[in-house]
Structures are given as structure tokens and as C-alpha cells.
């Protein structure tokens, strides 16, 4: 039973225009939320993350935003970049121990 | 350079051989995690240790078993036991306990 899906197993989008990714999760427990990106070959590097008591939080082109009502998260890539081409995972956190992973959307930036 | 490095990065088994999998961390992270990755699903948490000499088990740990001897070092041991070995396994620390995670690059394990 996954408790964080994301729907959408690949998403493309041309350069400049916004990416969104998204991410839903069943348990209202979780408190911290978070993206990560993999490249082919290597491991998933840490993006950016939001607490459970905030709605957005923003980071240069990466912004986040959570709807806690609608059990969803959404990752906003503006402007998207060729070098954003890679595997997004979000992650959430339970009991401050135990973190739950989606399954990854596959994002495609044409030039 | 610090890091969190898995080796090695592919590795062969035959069935019903144990396999450790190696995870070294230079980064003075007290947690460590050992996760599995199939395909279409998300990672899934096999063991976690919160400090040396102490490790719990994960939502998928039957075959598997880890120790923790030493903070760096978190080594992963793919039993006989595991039905279905043939994954991709990350191995990650963070800091403390509950913050985002530093992830090693992976062993692909394939069991034959």
C-alpha cells in the first residue's frame, strides 16, 4: 500500500516553460515533506522540502507548494532548464523516524 | 571530498549465496538507511540505524540484516532468505534523525 504516489511516470516540457510535478500522499500524519532529483547512475540529491505547517516554500526557479486538505504536493520548476532532466522523487515523513517515497516522475526539458 | 560511497556498483550473485553490499560515509552523519528500489515503485526502507551499535528494521526487512560497528560503516547483507534479491539499493545518512538524506550512488544486485 503506497501511501506517496506520484500519478505521472514522465512529464516533458519544453525550455523556459514551468515543470510541475506532482506528488500525493494518503497519511495525515506526515509532517515534513520533501523532493529529490536522481541522475542516471547516481543516487537521488535532496532538492528542497517543506514543513507541514507552511504552504509554499521557494528556492530560486524550484518552488514548493503543499495543500494539506487535498493531501497533495507539488514541486514548480520555473523556468525549466535542459540540465532539469532527471527523475524527481518526493518523500514524506512520518513519526519523525520513517520516511515514505513515491515512485518518481521522469521530467524531459527539450531544448 | 565528503560523501557517502557504495560499493560495488553492480554485483552478481548466484541464488541462494549471501552478499554483503558495502556503505561508507565521511560525512560525521550519525543516522544511516538502507533503502530498495524495484522498478514503478518508490524506495522502500530495509533497515535504518540512529547511532553506532543500534539498527531497526525497515517495512521490507525479512532477508536482509545490517550491523553498525562503526559510525562510517553500514554494511548490508542480502541473505539467502530474501526471495526476490535482483533490485537497486541505495544507502543514505543525514545528520540527525528525520532530516533529508544523503544518498550513495547504488548497488544494482543481480541474482542469478
Known amino acids: 500500500d503506497q501511501q506517496v504516489k506520484q500519478n505521472s511516470p514522465s512529464l516533458s516540457v519544453q525550455e523556459g516553460r514551468i515543470s510541475i510535478l506532482n506528488c500525493d500522499y494518503t497519511?495525515?500524519?506526515?509532517?515534513?515533506f520533501l523532493w529529490y532529483k536522481k541522475y542516471p547512475a547516481e543516487g537521488p540529491t535532496f532538492l528542497i522540502s517543506i514543513s507541514s505547517i507552511k504552504d509554499k516554500n521557494e528556492d530560486g526557479r524550484f518552488t514548493v507548494f503543499l495543500n494539506k486538505s487535498a493531501k497533495h504536493l507539488s514541486l514548480h520548476i520555473v523556468p525549466s532548464q535542459p540540465g532539469d532532466s532527471a527523475v524527481y522523487f518526493c518523500?514524506?515523513?512520518?513519526?519523525?523516524?520513517?520516511?515514505?517515497f513515491g515512485s518518481g516522475t521522469k521530467l524531459n526539458v527539450k531544448p | 571530498d565528503g560523501g557517502i560511497t557504495q560499493s560495488p556498483k553492480y554485483l552478481f550473485r548466484k541464488e541462494g549465496q549471501n552478499v554483503t553490499l558495502s556503505c561508507e560515509q565521511n560525512l560525521n552523519h550519525d543516522a544511516m538507511y538502507w533503502y530498495r528500489q524495484d522498478p514503478g515503485q518508490g524506495l522502500r526502507l530495509i533497515y535504518y540505524s540512529q547511532i553506532v551499535n543500534d539498527f531497526q528494521k525497515g517495512d521490507i526487512a525479512e532477508g536482509y540484516s545490517v550491523s553498525r560497528e562503526k559510525k562510517e560503516s553500514f554494511p548490508l547483507t542480502v541473505t539467502s532468505a530474501q526471495k526476490n534479491p535482483t533490485a537497486f539499493y541505495l544507502c543514505?545518512?543525514?545528520?540527525?534523525?528525520?532530516?533529508?538524506?544523503?544518498f550513495g550512488q547504488g548497488t544494482r544486485l543481480t541474482v542469478v
Open positions: 497519511n495525515s500524519m506526515f509532517d515534513y
Open positions: 543514505a545518512s543525514s545528520i540527525d534523525w528525520g532530516t533529508e538524506a544523503f
Open positions: 518523500a514524506a515523513r512520518y513519526n519523525f523516524n520513517k520516511f515514505y
